[in-house]
């Protein structure tokens, strides 16, 4: 946890790489969406949420691996994320990725704060 004022905030531009978690030191990285500004977040936002479901459901490990092998490394083990949301009405967001984040929320892998006008 951080006390006092934060001196420093990273912000890096879009590369076109995708998240790149290889060459990040471990700790914790802020997400920031709005509109339909989380779309670029779907694809890790479902990565987050199958290695969750794998270690609620050790048993589906081998299908989830079949589908996502990158999780076979234990890509978020270093991790912890937050991330903030701003929309207009809840129904700009698709729900199936709601429902992983707030799946990800309830189990506390994923700090979540959402706004809605």
């Not at 270690?55 to 991330?83: A, H, Q």
């Not at 729900?95 to 189990?107: E, H």
Request: glycine share 8%.
């Amino acid at each position: 946890m951080v006390k006092g004022p934060i001196e420093k905030i990273v912000i890096s531009h879009s590369k076109g790489e995708g998240l790149q978690l290889a060459f990040t030191k471990p700790g914790k990285i802020i997400l920031v969406a709005g509109g339909t500004g989380i779309y670029p977040f779907s694809d890790f936002i479902d990565l987050l949420y199958k290695e969750q479901l794998m270690k609620d459901s050790p048993g589906l490990r081998g299908e989830i691996l079949t589908l996502s092998p990158v999780l076979e490394s234990d890509p978020f083990k270093n991790f912890n994320f937050e991330m903030l949301a701003a929309f207009q009405h809840i129904e700009d967001m698709h729900p199936i990725t709601l429902d992983q984040l707030t799946y990800l929320a309830d189990r506390g892998r994923l700090k979540l704060t959402m706004k809605f006008r």
